[in-house]
């Protein structure tokens, strides 16, 4: 048994769902293949970091790892990961405000 939540290892247990789930999985794999699709509108660079921007907000330590890698490779800076970290956190903060005023709005309420 694995000492820590994040453990490479685990991956390999993808292809075990694929086997349990075949056309969920696939529909999965289709989405998840959008990012590294050449083509769009939006270049693979960009695709990258913001990938990268959404794994630090939904916090999933594979797709860092990954997207990161991936940024790279396609050409981003180290700068333009850290702000794209940022940008993630800013909006991860605005999120949390906007909450707050809702929960005011609730705690306000007869």
């Given at each position: 048994?694995?000492?820590?939540?994040?453990?490479?290892?685990?991956?390999?247990?993808?292809?075990?769902?694929?086997?349990?789930?075949?056309?969920?999985?696939?529909?999965?794999?289709?989405?998840?293949?959008?990012?590294a699709?050449?083509?769009?509108a939006?270049?693979?660079?960009?695709?990258?970091?913001?990938?990268?921007?959404?794994?630090?907000?939904?916090?999933?330590?594979?797709?860092?790892?990954?997207?990161?890698?991936?940024?790279?490779?396609?050409?981003?800076?180290?700068?333009?990961?850290?702000?794209?970290?940022?940008?993630?956190a800013?909006?991860?903060?605005?999120?949390?405000?906007?909450?707050?005023?809702?929960?005011?709005?609730?705690?306000?309420?007869?």
């Open positions: 048994m694995s000492e820590h939540y994040h453990d490479a290892g685990d991956l390999g247990l993808l292809k075990e769902m694929r086997k349990l789930a075949p056309a969920d999985f696939d529909a999965w794999l289709g989405l998840n293949n959008i990012v699709r050449e083509g769009g939006i270049p693979r660079k960009f695709r990258e970091l913001i990938a990268v921007a959404v794994a630090c907000t939904t916090q999933c330590p594979y797709c860092i790892e990954a997207h990161s890698r991936a940024a790279k490779a396609a050409g981003a800076t180290r700068e333009e990961l850290v702000e794209s970290a940022f940008l993630a800013a909006l991860r903060a605005g999120g949390a405000a906007t909450h707050g005023a809702m929960a005011l709005k609730f705690f306000d309420q007869k």
